[in-house]
């Protein structure tokens, strides 16, 4: 399990962290999701002991990550801006990874030849972006690590690939029980994949749980008529007679309140995570405005 309790990280007088607590349960895929400027990547730096933070405390298991090696090499990290040795190939990449992660699997490393299809002898920084963001899922994999940290993991792949790459962290975790997090902006893929999810903004933790419990927790709620005042409604909007509203509460409760009403017409229906998103960072204020330019 790793936590991040009441984490604190500051730039100069800007505060990127503030107050944040997070925990990824053992064996789970974790999505971290938030604004651009949420401090998700900041926090993902402080959690693999890349950044040291001004105030919390950061665990694996009950043991503290930042300046601890021996914490490090159970972390695979595949960051946003991906590091390489300025004329290194991959296959000295290999040599430098097999050198810090003691678990390092060098059959792995030829079999995955396979699906990347990479170059062995050019030098990384020859790779299309595309490409060197595959090399360092080849060698992050190969690493055995008990937790991958993945930051924007399948951006600049194309749709096969990131299909492939998804199997293959999947395959990881079903085989292995690896515990995965995940900060990325593309909500429909991780609905597909995630256990757990954690919503950020402004280096705080907003809403964090389970999305099983989260998808459970708002609706959307269709009617034509009058909604129970009892009704906790985030948003609201109307097409005719149609009205649209979104409401915290299960899906049960909420048709109970409807049945009550008598109303003519009403259905309650599951929200996506990207709605479940906008909402919950505050509605109307997040949605797409129409501006005529």
Known sequence: MLEMKNITKTFGTFKALDDL??????????????????????????LT????????????????????????????LVPDEIFYFPSATLEE???????????FDNDLFERLYEVFKLPRKSPIRRFSKGMQKQAAFHLTLCTRADVLVLDEP????????????????LADVAQRQTTVLISSHNLRELEDICDY??????GKMLLERSLADMQGAIHKLQLVGEAPRELDVLHESQ?????????????EEIEKRMWETQCP???????????????????VDYEVKSIIL
């Open 93 to 103: 990449m290999r040599k430098f990874y097999a050198g810090i992660y003691p678990n």
């Open 265 to 283: 017409y009403f259905d309650v229906l599951p929200l996506s995570l990207e709605e479940i998103f906008i909402y919950e960072l505050g509605g």
């Open 49 to 76: 002991g890349i950044y040291r933070p001004d105030s919390g405390e950061i665990a694996m298991e009950g043991q503290p990550i930042y300046e601890n090696p021996e914490q490090k090499a159970r972390i695979g």
């Open 239 to 251: 097409s005719g007679r149609l009205r649209t509203l979104i409401v915290r509460g299960s899906a």
């Open 197 to 202: 999810v954690g919503i950020m903004d402004h």
């Open 21 to 46: 607590n997070m925990t990824v349960p053992k064996g789970a895929v974790y999505g971290l999701v938030g604004p651009n400027g949420a401090g998700k990547s900041t926090a993902i730096r402080v």
């Open 154 to 169: 399948v951006d600049g792949l194309d749709p096969v690939m990131r299909r492939q790459v998804w199997n293959l962290i």
